[in-house]
């Protein structure tokens, strides 16, 4: 019998596994697939010359993360390695923003476009730089982050925690028309905004898209040499060398619980697996309260709360082999990895409304990767290794398109949404098509194949939200890990801090079956001393 066993060897569940075997538990981990990984994956399906990623591409987060930093990886022989440039936004002049890991260059491009936002930039990451440490330790942490709050209270002081908060549930539109003049930076943080399911009017947009653009300023948007199933490999290496078990191949069907707590689980093929101390879920909140868990053992309250559990926007995905690079009209795109395409931030707005209304957008958003321009062993020299997703609704209403698409996404619904996207890089790089050796199409519902975590192809574990963030993460309660279900946890994105690959949810579900928490009426006391703190001023936007 093993101390814990966890379920989905995710990131998330991985990074679990591996902090309860560094505290001596034995653990046993349970994969539906036949491989290890969950949504950090990578294959030459597509090219035999090619490695592509199936999922998750670049990982600012993991870069960022104290819970991976902690695991040093790299003594597993993971490597990173980084694009010439993190970002870059064309715009439709042919001009372009971008994001280096060098401010100056930064900072001299988006004043090109517009004097005085090279400014305002420095003055953004100079916030960060400050208040950047405890915004991470309060992201990556469980509720309440009692230890970043107080630091946060003493860096800050009274009003300005309060001014940091505005800036932070702004929506991105807002707040790039408060601190910058310019469409380039404006667009850096509405299209980073984006990588989630918050558009330019939504609430806590603006703190989503700038945290995520002060990361690729600090951390860059660094990818595993080799392929993201280099970061996998090392988790897995690092488990398996504590004396962790990962069997695949094995889904759950049912956690068992007696007497209020859970004692096992049952796959699929009938075997019943013991757990000692603990459950880990590493799977999605619906999964885990609607088909795991026998709702006689749940709060009629938590089964009626998560009747309004909201996910995420759903996905679509083309991976193409490339003959040569892409042919950008904007030259400094050529130099990064990541390229978000998107003709302003109205065009954004557009997209997100046409979503919110049901509809599979005409003129889709395009986040694109150019996976041989930031690590050279994905192809051959002079080629490229690329992909591009962009965001669909769930529940597909119609098409603002004149191809009258469904959201069946049979083999013909999925090749005409490929030509869009394709179409949509042609916009921007003349010439793109004619270069394609191979091209790859992930719908929404072979991404949900691949891995039940990506309901409809949902990245987040549910929507990124305001509603659904914290303590209302993924149902209103005490944002943590804990479950009705003495000795049950949830590990997954569905769990706060959400989604990304940062392994936060795995750490603060392994923390909490280890019994590292502090009573409430203690961590009550911290809070209220803490913003009770001082006073003074600071603000993300200190232009």
């Known amino acids: 019998m093993s101390d814990a066993v966890i379920i989905g060897s995710g990131p998330n569940g991985l990074v679990a596994a591996n902090l309860l075997a560094d505290q001596g538990w034995s653990v046993e981990v349970l994969e539906a697939q036949d491989r290890p990984g969950g949504a950090v994956y990578s294959d030459r399906a597509v090219h035999p010359d090619f490695v592509?990623?199936?999922?998750?591409?670049?990982?600012?987060?993991?870069?960022?993360?104290?819970?991976?930093?902690?695991?040093?990886?790299?003594?597993?022989?993971?490597?990173?390695?980084?694009?010439?440039?993190?970002?870059?936004?064309?715009?439709?002049?042919?001009?372009?923003?971008?994001?280096?890991?060098?401010?100056?260059?930064?900072?001299?491009?988006?004043?090109e476009l517009c004097p005085g936002d090279g400014r305002a930039?420095?003055?953004?990451?100079?916030?960060?730089?400050?208040?950047?440490?405890?915004?991470?330790?309060?992201?990556?942490?469980?509720?309440?982050?009692?230890?970043?709050?107080a630091g946060l209270g003493l860096k800050l002081r009274g009003g300005g925690t309060l001014r940091l908060a505005r800036s932070m549930l702004l929506p991105v539109r807002r707040l790039g028309e408060e601190e910058f003049d310019g469409e380039g930076a404006r667009l850096l943080l509405a299209g980073n905004a984006l990588h989630a399911d918050l558009g330019p009017e939504s609430a806590i947009g603006g703190g989503f898209g700038w945290i995520m653009s002060m990361l690729g300023q600090r951390f860059g948007f660094p990818v595993p040499v080799g392929g993201a199933v280099g970061l996998t490999d090392a988790l897995v290496s690092r488990l398996?060398?504590?004396?962790?078990?990962?069997?695949?191949?094995?889904?759950?069907?049912?956690?068992?619980?007696?007497?209020?707590?859970?004692?096992?689980?049952?796959?699929?093929?009938?075997?019943?697996?013991?757990?000692?101390?603990?459950?880990?879920?590493?799977?999605?909140?619906?999964?885990?309260?609607?088909?795991?868990?026998?709702?006689?053992?749940?709060p009629s309250q938590v089964l009626e709360d998560m009747r309004r559990f909201q996910w995420d926007f759903a996905t679509f995905k083309v991976d193409w082999a490339l003959d040569s690079t892409i042919p950008w009209r904007a030259g400094a795109a050529s130099g990064a990895g990541t390229v978000h395409l998107a003709d302003s931030v109205d065009d954004l707005t557009r997209f997100a409304a046409q979503i919110a209304m049901g509809q599979i957008p005409d003129n889709p958003f395009l986040l694109v990767g150019q996976m041989t321009t930031t690590d050279p062993t994905r192809s051959p020299a002079g080629t490229e290794s690329a992909w591009a997703y962009t965001h669909l609704p769930r529940d597909v209403r119609g098409d603002a398109g004149d191809a009258g698409l469904t959201g069946s996404w049979d083999a013909a619904e999925r090749e005409i949404m490929a030509d869009r996207m394709e179409q949509r890089v042609e916009q921007f790089a003349p010439?793109?098509?004619?270069?394609?050796?191979?091209?790859?199409?992930?719908?929404?519902?072979?991404?949900?194949?691949?891995?039940?975590?990506?309901?409809?192809?949902?990245?987040?574990?549910?929507?990124?939200?305001?509603?659904?963030?914290?303590?209302?993460?993924?149902?209103?309660?005490?944002?943590?890990?804990?479950?009705?279900?003495?000795?049950?946890?949830?590990a997954s994105s569905s769990a706060h801090p959400g989604g990304g690959v940062h392994g936060a949810p795995g750490a603060n579900a392994a923390r909490a079956a280890l019994g590292i928490r502090r009573s409430f009426a203690e961590v009550m006391s911290l809070v209220q001393r803490t913003l009770t703190r001082g006073s003074g001023a600071a603000a993300v936007g200190n232009r």
């Open 52 to 111: 592509n990623d199936v999922f998750s591409s670049f990982y600012p987060l993991a870069a960022a993360s104290p819970v991976i930093d902690g695991l040093r990886l790299e003594d597993e022989g993971l490597r990173w390695t980084h694009a010439p440039h993190v970002l870059a936004h064309p715009l439709a002049d042919g001009r372009c923003a971008i994001i280096d890991r060098d401010l100056d260059v930064t900072a001299e491009c988006l004043d």
């Open 240 to 298: 398996r060398r504590r004396g962790g078990v990962i069997r695949c191949g094995e889904p759950v069907t049912e956690i068992v619980v007696e007497r209020g707590r859970a004692v096992a689980v049952r796959t699929a093929g009938g075997d019943t697996v013991p757990a000692r101390r603990a459950v880990l879920a590493d799977v999605s909140a619906p999964v885990l309260y609607g088909r795991l868990v026998a709702p006689e053992h749940l």
């Open 121 to 149: 930039w420095r003055a953004q990451v100079g916030t960060w730089d400050r208040v950047g440490p405890d915004l991470l330790q309060a992201l990556f942490t469980t509720m309440p982050p009692v230890r970043a709050l």
């Open 431 to 490: 010439g793109f098509r004619s270069r394609i050796l191979r091209r790859r199409v992930l719908s929404p519902l072979t991404l949900q194949s691949e891995d039940a975590n990506l309901s409809v192809g949902a990245l987040n574990g549910g929507t990124t939200a305001l509603h659904q963030q914290a303590v209302f993460r993924p149902i209103p309660g005490t944002g943590r890990p804990e479950t009705p279900v003495r000795g049950l946890y949830l």
